[in-house]
């Protein structure tokens, strides 16, 4: 009778350990995962911030295009 319940014993420690084993693996993929999305959503909205200038930067230049067009050139003659 004591080696069943040794054996069973046994049985369990192993299972326990097996899903602690798991356990860890899995925070580990999980953190990982986590930490690799944070670092994405970093570079997006690095990129957003770089094109939110660029829209910026391009309504001034038309802006700038359509002044230097409307004015005669003081060099051509009329």
Request: no cysteine; net charge negative.
């Amino acid at each position: 009778m004591q080696e069943v319940e040794s054996e069973i014993g046994s049985s369990m420690d192993l299972q326990v350990s097996s899903v602690t084993a798991t356990d860890i693996r899995g925070k580990h993929r999980i953190l990982a995962e986590l930490k690799r999305l944070e670092q994405e959503t970093r570079s997006l909205e690095q990129e957003l911030e770089e094109l939110e200038k660029t829209q910026k930067v391009s309504a001034l230049s038309q802006e700038f295009v359509l002044e230097v067009e409307t004015r005669p050139d003081p060099l051509l003659p009329l």
